[in-house]
């Protein structure tokens, strides 16, 4: 079956630093895409979503990228933080949301 | 607001043993959904609720049942529990099935042995 998954695993960035966290996906009926951020021991968070028929849409400190001719979505997070750090799941809506595996993103002092 | 609010927090069953898991939303969403994490995974889907009264399965329903008990709450039920059933289930809840993001709860612990 068609699913989300992620390109990397880990993703270390030195704090202060940019950050992009990269997603495929494979089912090009989907048509919503949403970042999920999860700490440790806690529920996924809403962090930003994308409708299709965008390319880019722009929150507090995170920007989504989709680019529906190769199926990829980016979240990308300026001047990342120690409190970035996190796993972040990309999820995809066909009826209902899939997730992916998550990227483990560690912020370095 | 609560938000979404699961309980209990953490469980350890026997094998064979059933439960519930518990889950109210005060945002009078319409919509509400179970997932189970197992380690290092992402969310899979178990059941959802698109509107009060209905409830269908998700990717991974086997060996659970749900009840849309009102608007406010759904419910999770492991009528004999199996240690693959030892996961984190999230309770989630959004205004409407389709471009609504969902509210997660913070999760239940169980662990079956």
């Known amino acids: 079956g068609e699913s989300v998954g992620l390109h990397l695993p880990t993703l270390s960035v030195q704090e202060g630093d940019n950050s992009i966290i990269n997603c495929a996906y494979s089912?090009?009926?989907?048509?919503?895409f949403i970042w999920y951020k999860q700490e440790s021991g806690k529920g996924p968070q809403f962090i930003i979503d994308i409708r299709s028929n965008m390319d880019k849409r722009q929150g507090q400190r995170v920007t989504v990228l989709l680019n529906k001719t190769v199926k990829h979505l980016s979240l990308q997070i300026a001047a990342t933080q120690p409190g970035d750090s996190a796993v972040y799941f990309c999820a995809e809506m066909i009826g209902q949301l899939t997730f992916g595996s998550g990227t483990q993103l560690t912020v370095l002092p | 607001n609560a938000g979404v609010t699961q309980t209990p927090k953490f469980q350890v069953l026997k094998t064979g043993q059933s439960m519930t898991l518990q889950c109210a939303q005060d945002?009078?969403?319409?919509?509400m959904y179970w997932y189970r994490q197992d380690p290092g995974m992402g969310l899979r889907l178990i059941y959802y609720?698109?509107?009060?009264?209905?409830?269908d399965k998700g990717e991974v329903p086997n060996g659970y049942n749900v009840s849309r008990l009102n608007k406010r709450e759904f419910s999770l039920r492991l009528e004999s529990a199996a240690p693959s059933q030892t996961s984190v289930y999230f309770c989630?809840?959004?205004?409407?099935?389709?471009?609504?993001?969902?509210?997660f709860g913070s999760g239940t612990r169980l662990t079956v042995v």
């Open positions: 609720s698109a509107s009060e009264g209905t409830t």
């Open positions: 989630a809840s959004s205004e409407a099935q389709r471009f609504y993001g969902y509210t």
């Open positions: 089912n090009s009926a989907s048509d919503y």
């Open positions: 945002m009078n969403h319409n919509s």
